[in-house]
């Protein structure tokens, strides 16, 4: 006989959106006659080992859906990266708890612990269903479309700039935006559709699929800066050189590395002070300034697209639709059908776990320094509804009366 019981744990980096899965989740089971319970793990994986569960079978409709309005994991998070042993005790809980349904909102690493996981289901004999549902804001899960938490963030990276944009004008100089991303540019290429006029900025854009050249960057700000009179620049955290190494560790003296082993390249500012360093000592430019958007861009409350928003609550719903009337594991997958629609598919764990997307050649101009209107067309319905404008005055001059 059934048990009826359910498990949801969040994994990896927050989004603005990543809560709308997990109450998708809890909602659409509770549709389901032979659902009893649905249990939350706090801190993720961390959570299920050490038993830290909440029933949220108990939480009211009304503040669930508060909840998914609220950016960030509602349950905790973990960087826990399970290996095979630690995946047994996941397993080892979920039985001990008759659990029948596991779902992991997470990113490839969280695919690939729901891989193993149900490989350990599997060959126990256990009845265990096991779905991963997409969350990243670094959009690089294979077999998607898009993921869940991109298109937020993406809308969040476009307004910065488009605000970097408006104050470097005014006060004009080098400007220099770090955005997330080790291996995939997406988020940095999001900047893009923060202009507006033909010489808004960002004027170059570097992202991780090209390889990154100090002295052509430094030639590509000479030559925007001399023809605008200021230049703002937009570079992924992941840039590196044609041997693959970080640019942060080729710039900086003193490297932090992450739980593992990679250089942490979020949070610290370094890659932005370097780079700016590196145009004052070079090109002698007085006015340089650099930012690092950080965690900002992960969980920014009040910047937060509709579409986002949707389509993160209906992987939640689908992926309970697909463990409880499909007879497979899976990952849930968006599917671009049309100018703008989506559906979605379960595709194999094995096709997902492990593996990440890169933007695709034809989203990146000739020159690696932009990209194309097929990005564009991509990402603008992404992004929801109401995004900002600017404007410009039309600047009627008055002529001189002192000065020929």
Known sequence: MSSGKMLVAQGGGPTAVINQSLVGV???????REVNRVYGARHGVRGIVDEDFIDLTQETSHNLELVANTPSSALGSTRD??????????????????????????GNDSSDTVRIVAEEARLAGYPLRAIHIPKTIDNDLVGSDHTPGFPSAARFVAQAFAG??????ALPGVYVGVVM??????????????????????????LPERVFEIDRFLADVQAVYSRHGRCVVA?????????????????????????????QLSGSGALADLLCEEIKDKLKIKRVRG??????????IGCTSDVDQREAREVGEKAVQFALWGDRNGSVA????????VDYELLPLEAVAGKTRTMDDAFIADSGTDVTDAFRLYLRPLLGSGMPDAFRLRCARVPRVLQP
Not at 238 to 256: C, N, Q, S, T
Not at 291 to 300: E, H, N, V
């Open 26 to 32: 809890v909602l659409e089971a509770r549709r389901f």
């Open 81 to 106: 990266k399970p290996d095979l042993a630690y995946c047994q005790k996941i397993f080892r809980v979920l039985q001990a708890h008759a659990i029948e349904h596991f779902f992991y909102i997470g």
């Open 164 to 169: 970097a944009n408006l104050d470097n004008a």
């Open 181 to 206: 991303g080790r291996h995939a540019g997406f988020l940095t290429a999001a900047s893009a559709l923060g202009k507006k006029f033909p010489d808004d900025g960002p004027h170059l854009i570097y």
């Open 235 to 263: 570079v992924s955290e992941g840039i590196h050189d044609a041997a693959g190494v970080p640019m942060l560790a080729r710039l900086a003296k003193d490297l932090e590395r992450d739980a593992h082993g990679n250089v």
């Open 291 to 300: 930012d690092t958007f950080g965690y900002l861009q992960r969980s920014f």
């Open 334 to 341: 968006i599917k671009r059908t049309g100018f703008y629609s």
